[in-house]
């Protein structure tokens, strides 16, 4: 069965930083592309990030280009966001999701049940 | 703004069907494959179209999936008291080299 347990969601002041992270199991996980998808409170889901299995190909939104950073240990089977400069609109809940394959382009399949990341003073 | 546009709400009464649309472009839509997601109130996203018109396995065959040109739908028939969720497609988009959303749709059982 796919898991996916995201953590390290918390409370940060305007500008501040968090790191996020994502374990994944029940999958080989080198061999699927992961990405982070963000749903602010009442809206629609945001696509923030994606990074292919090997990790040699990554994208970002331009809302968090410059300020996030994907990343990828797949010997302990874990995905990574970092967030610095965080903004007000940054507040979301923070989807960690697999990919169909290893090609960053092929969709989301399973998600895991997020981590809310608050930005606020 | 959401680069892909659906609808804001769909809504039938018990064993109808309804018709969720997901516009697009020539950069996202008609080059790329369309998925479409089921949101449950307070759940996370759950897979429920993939490649246009593929079903995972669990997802009850009351659900269909099309694509022609820079458009998609999403097809319920029957619909069920537990249908009731919100709806979004996706794909990938050539020109921006991301993932694009549309900006999702309530299914409302009435």
């Known amino acids: 069965e796919v898991q996916l347990v995201e953590s390290g969601g918390g409370l940060v002041p305007p500008g501040g930083s968090l790191r996020l992270s994502c374990k994944g199991s029940g999958f080989k996980f080198s061999t699927y592309a992961m990405s982070w998808v963000r749903q602010a409170p009442g809206k629609g889901l945001e696509w923030v990030s994606v990074i292919s299995g090997s990790g040699d190909n990554i994208y970002y939104a331009d809302s968090v280009k410059g300020r996030f950073t994907i990343s990828r240990d797949n010997y302990g089977n874990t995905l990574s966001l970092q967030m610095k400069s965080l903004r007000a609109e940054d507040t979301a809940v923070y989807f960690c999701?697999?990919?169909?394959?290893?090609?960053?382009?092929?969709?989301?399949?399973?998600w895991g049940q997020g981590t809310l990341v608050a930005v606020s003073s | 703004q959401s680069v892909l546009t659906q609808p804001p709400s769909a809504s039938g009464t018990p064993g109808q069907g309804v018709t969720i649309s997901c516009s697009g472009t020539?950069?996202?839509?008609?080059?790329?494959?369309v998925y479409w997601y089921q949101q449950l109130p307070g759940a996370a996203p759950r897979l429920l179209m993939y490649r246009n018109d593929q079903r995972p396995s669990g997802v009850p065959d009351r659900f269909s999936g099309s694509k022609s040109g820079t458009s998609a739908s999403l097809g319920i028939s029957g619909l069920r008291s537990e249908d009731e969720a919100d709806y979004y497609c996706a794909t990938w988009d050539d020109s921006q080299s991301g993932y694009v959303f549309g900006s999702g749709t309530k299914v409302i059982v009435l």
């Open positions: 999701v697999k990919i169909l394959s290893t090609d960053w382009y092929a969709g989301f399949d399973y």
């Open positions: 020539s950069s996202n839509i008609e080059n790329n494959f």
